[in-house]
């Protein structure tokens, strides 16, 4: 069923190829971030964190890296595959606060 | 499975009912956090509760209240329900070991409101 905006950014990509979804964020301040995939019909899952006093960490097939300079968040998927096909979001937590802000999501389409 | 479990998965009402939607975290989590999500806004952080307190509070409107019991169950309840209440309530949980800003959060599969 559906799960997210009518307005998703759409990111199309061909099975195998790496993907790269990206995000901004507008708090300076923020020290925390996260990604999550949400899959049709499902509640969001984790899929990597990040802190801000690193540039990049990695998981398995995916990575984040984050510029603080002009505050933007990217995930990349490498050798992208059929059960990537998701919508994707970034959070973060307000500082201070136990608030988590999700960001609109980006659909990946993956294309056999 | 996140280990978060959320009833009822669906559920059909009218216009000025009332409903009770219920989240278990998973076990040893002390937050529980509400979100909304529709069509046309995404995720919606409304109210979290921590060890049975309010910690935070989203853009939740006054019809909707929320509370979380000793055995850290929580329920959001809805009332004076209306057309556009219909959406996904994903409730999630997390430790919350360290302060506000650690831990990932686990969300259950959603319950489905439709108003009609």
């Known amino acids: 069923g559906e799960s997210v905006g009518l307005h998703l950014p759409t990111l199309s990509v061909q099975e195998g190829d790496n993907s790269i979804i990206n995000c901004a964020y507008s708090n300076s301040a923020s020290d925390y971030f996260i990604w999550y995939k949400q899959e049709s019909g499902k509640g969001p899952q984790f899929i990597i964190d990040i802190r801000s006093n690193m540039d990049k960490r990695q998981g398995q097939r995916v990575t984040v890296l984050l510029n603080k300079t002009v505050k933007h968040l990217s995930l990349q998927i490498a050798a992208t595959q059929p059960g990537d096909s998701a919508v994707y979001f970034c959070a973060e937590p307000l500082s201070g606060t136990y608030k988590y802000i999700f960001g609109t999501g980006t659909r990946l389409k993956v294309l056999a | ?116």
Do not use: M
């Not at chain 2, 939740?60 to 057309?83: G, V």
């Not at chain 2, 409730?91 to 302060?99: D, F, L, P």
């Open chain 2, 1 to 116: 499975d996140s280990g978060v479990t959320q009833t009822p998965k669906h559920l059909i009402t009218a216009t000025g009912q009332r409903v009770t939607l219920r989240c278990s975290p998973r076990s040893g989590d002390l937050s529980v956090y509400w979100y909304q999500q529709s069509l046309d806004q995404g995720l919606q952080f409304l109210i979290q509760y921590y060890n049975g307190e309010e910690r935070a509070k989203g853009n939740i409107l006054e019809r909707f209240s929320a509370q979380q019991f000793p055995d850290l169950h929580s329920e959001l309840n809805l009332s004076s329900l209306e057309l556009g209440d219909s959406a996904l309530y994903f409730c999630a949980s997390s430790r919350q070991i360290g302060g506000p800003n650690t831990g990932e959060l686990f969300f259950g599969e959603g319950s489905r409101l439709t108003v009609l």
